[in-house]
Structure formats: C-alpha cells, structure tokens
C-alpha cells in the first residue's frame, strides 16, 4: 500500500518537510525500497575494470547469469541427505538408509528420491566444515565466507566487526539487473533465532544499505498471497501515482541546500526507479504465482519452501540476479527443534516435515531450469549454516555440528554428477577435500563471473577482495576453469 506520514517540522509553505511516502509500510526516505534497490551495481565485461563504488572487477570465466541459493535454516543433517553411512553404528547412520542415485556410485538418503532421479546434475560437497557449532556464527560464515569474531557465539547480532557483506549483497553491489527489480531479493523471511534475535550476515554490512539485498516477506503459500510492495489500496488507483510523484518532488525542492548532497541526488533517483518498479506490470507478474499452471505449482509443491522456490524462478527469469530462499519459519515450529535443527524427533520431522518439501522443490527448480534451457546460467546452491552431530542425542534428534557437514549445487557452470571431498566412516571430520565458506563463495562467484580478487571499497576507502577463499576448480565443468588475476 501507499501512505504518506506526516513530520514534524514545516517549510515556509507549510509543507511538512520530513513527510514520508511509503510503499507497503517500507519508507522510501528511510531504510525502504530505494535503500533497498540502491546498490551501485556494473556487470564484468571481462579483465579489469572499476565501477562507481569504487569496485574492481576480475573477471572469470563464469557461465552464470544468476543464482539461486536455497537456505535450510537450522542445519541439515548430512546422514539423511547427501553423505549416508549406511555402515555406521545405528546410533549414527539413523533410520533411513541410502538410495542409489541416477550416477553409478552416488548414493543419497532414501528420503530424496526425486532427487536421486536428477543427480546427473548434483555436485555434491562433503566435506564442508566451519568449526562452529553457533547457528549464528556459523549461519554468519557460510553467508558471507568469514568467520563470525568470536566463533561460537548464538543470539548474535548484526554489527561490528562482524560486518562483512552477505552473498547477496556482493551480488547486489557487483551485478546489474536485468529488469526493473534489484539484483538480489531474499525469501519470504529473514533468518532469526527462537529468542527473535536476527542472524548476521544477512545485510551489506559495511558497505552500507544501499547495498542491501531486497527482502520480500511474503508466504506464497497462503491462500490470501500477495506481495504488500506491490498492491495499491482503493483509494490509490494507478493513475494517481503520478501526483505522488509531484509531490515528492515538491518536498525534494524544499529541501534546505545544505541536505542537497549525493546521496540526496542518488535517494532521487531510488525514489524514481520505486516509482518504475510499482508502475511496472512485468515486475508485478514477476511474483504473480497464478500465472504458473496448478501442475507445475504443485511440482515444487504446495508448502512456504516450494511455493518460494517457484517464485525464485520467476525472479530470476525477471532479471534478478540472486535470490535466496531461506526456509520458512512458520508459527507451527516447535521451539525445541524449529525447521532443520532436528535437536528432538528427528527420524518423525525428516519423513513428514522437512525432506518431502526439500525433494520435490529442489528436483523441481532443477527440471524447470533445464526444462527451460535455464540451468546451464543458473547456478543452484542448497546450503545450511552446519550439520548434524554423529550420534543422536537422548531425544532421538541431533545436535549442532560444524566440523564436517554437505551442501548440493547443480546448474552454472559446475559438474553434476560428482562428488567432492569425503568424511570420515561416522560423518564426524572431513576425511579429504575440505571445504571452508570462502571456498564455497569464491566458487559461487567465479561460476557468476568475479574471481575472487575482485575488490572493493568500504566507506572509509578501503580496499577488500569480494572472497579470500579458493575456487574449487574440481567442481567445474571441463571448459570452465579459473583464469590468472590481471597483473
């Protein structure tokens, strides 16, 4: 919806100077939709080369034209899904053995049969491992590919030093959009603890909110679904967005000469592109879900994960380069084991909870993208900030568990069908192939373009590299290997 809030103070004309046209409640002169859409972005076309921000870009040799990052929040377990260990203690392999999968010698869990079917295109990861057991520490490392000061810390908040830029928002800083909508969106929710506290590592961090990647709360599964930022009430038709429009820069022109700075020009522009994006009716189909036939809707499957994750193709195929579809955390949840931190009953939330909507909407965003001849630009990452202890606790569930755990990717230029890295017979410590967060975001973003010594500025001028971790060359397709950094 549209409002406009009064302020306090009045201009010579009676004007109130610090009135605040809102769209869906997020103000557009405060932390709203421009803040949101105004990450200075430039697209590599190759070597090195410098955008606005300040950014320097080196290029790779990424087939990716956008990703989609899949987050089950809470940890899964690696046992149940992609490293089974059929010839573990019972205490550890759990109640559910290993299926075969459609590659000769790849198994997965017998939870994840859709999955199996398209495993020609899974790269595996097992052993990935950040040595933090804290969701938000260790939620903190895997989003931004730098270990959370200091490490095992949960409740954690957003802040110094523990600033660095998410994924996301490299992405959205990094990568023009291709449409109206911002480079990168998160879905439907943000990630926060049971005590409500928001995890960090989720916003720009230190390269401030004009770099922040778009967050839509929604819940596409609901039967009453729609996006709040782009409905206009009754009484605000489309043709009167117009006087909107004069009248916000009737206020901009009142403004006193010492607040006509930069970033007064560039939140003008914000304001315009706001304007753009709410009069846009592609943008608005973007999110449009009735516009998909019942079939394929449910294919993902008719729950908050799949309907989001059929929503992230849309998103992308209206330009969006990066979208994170965080897994939602509905009022339901249990407070001793909400989402994938299978703390109790583990075996009972794996069967009717978690995998069913993991299966059908990750093996359905793989046929759809391939379907659509999308796959081989878009890379998919299926992640989680840890794993699962070992051995089950005296609940039947598992505890937190960062020294070695799996993560899945497909499409963008990665191999399928392979496996990366080992651990050990109990799924306890990587046994080869380690993998550490930065690994896994240098990966992420060589396959969309930008090797790792692409740099930026922060907003005292200093210069950092997008990732310090290392690209996993293995898990890329035979064409698709890192180039030298320019010298």
Excluded at 158 to 178: E, F, I, K, T, Y
Excluded at 214 to 240: G, K, M, Q, T
Aim: a neutral charge; aromatic letters at 6%; one cysteine or more.
């Amino acid at each position: 919806m549209i409002t406009l809030r009064g302020g306090a103070a009045r201009l010579c004309d009676q004007t109130r100077r610090r009135d605040m046209l809102h769209i869906g409640g997020l103000g557009l002169l405060g932390l709203g939709l421009p803040a949101l859409l105004g990450g200075h972005s430039v697209q590599a076309a190759g070597g090195l080369s410098s955008n606005s921000a300040g950014a320097h870009i080196v290029s790779s040799p990424g087939r990716a034209k956008s990703c989609i990052l899949l987050f089950l929040m809470g940890g899964a377990p690696q046992h149940s899904t992609w490293d089974p260990k059929p010839d573990a203690p019972a205490e550890v392999r759990g109640d559910f053995g290993p299926i075969d999968a459609r590659v000769p010698g790849m198994r997965i869990g017998s939870l994840l049969p859709k999955l199996a079917t398209v495993a020609d295109k899974l790269c595996l990861l097992r052993a990935v491992s950040t040595d933090d057991n804290a969701h938000s520490s260790s939620g903190y490392y895997m989003l931004t590919g730098r270990p959370h000061v200091p490490m095992n810390r949960e409740n954690a908040n957003p802040g110094a030093p523990n600033d660095w830029p998410c994924l996301a928002a490299v992405a959205q800083r990094l990568m023009a959009s291709r449409g109206e909508l911002p480079a990168a969106v998160r879905l439907p929710k943000h990630i926060f603890n049971t005590d409500g506290s928001v995890w960090p590592g989720q916003d720009a961090g230190f390269l401030g909110r004009n770099a922040d990647p778009w967050l839509f709360r929604c819940e596409p599964a609901s039967a009453n679904y729609h996006i709040p930022e782009f409905h206009l009430p009754v009484d605000v038709p489309a043709e009167r967005l117009e006087q909107r429009q004069s009248l916000l820069r009737l206020y901009n022109r009142r403004l006193d000469e010492a607040e006509r700075t930069g970033a007064i020009g560039a939140y003008d522009q914000q304001t315009q592109r706001a304007f753009n994006l709410l009069g846009s009716a592609r943008s608005r189909s973007a999110f449009n879900l009735e516009m998909e036939t019942q079939a394929t809707r449910e294919r993902y499957g008719m729950t908050q994960f799949g309907q989001s994750t059929l929503l992230a193709r849309r998103l992308v195929e209206a330009g969006v380069r990066l979208v994170q579809v965080n897994w939602f955390r509905g009022p339901e949840e249990p407070s001793d084991a909400p989402c994938w931190d299978s703390h109790s009953k583990e075996s009972d939330r794996l069967k009717n909870v978690l995998m069913p909507p993991l299966d059908a909407a990750f093996s359905a965003l793989i046929e759809d993208l391939d379907g659509r001849g999308l796959l081989d630009e878009t890379l998919v990452v299926c992640l989680s900030e840890f794993g699962r202890t070992p051995r089950f606790n005296g609940r039947a569930g598992r505890d937190h568990w960062g020294p070695v755990f799996s993560i899945a990717l497909a499409g963008g230029g990665v191999r399928g069908g392979m496996i990366h890295g080992s651990s050990d017979r109990l799924g306890a410590q990587p046994r080869d192939g380690r993998v550490r967060p930065e690994d896994v975001t240098a990966t992420i973003l060589h396959c969309l373009g930008y090797a790792p010594g692409t740099a930026f500025l922060d907003a005292q001028g200093r210069t950092f590299p997008v990732s310090r971790g290392d690209v996993l060359e293995s898990t890329l397709a035979s064409s698709f290997s890192p180039k030298a950094p320019p010298q």
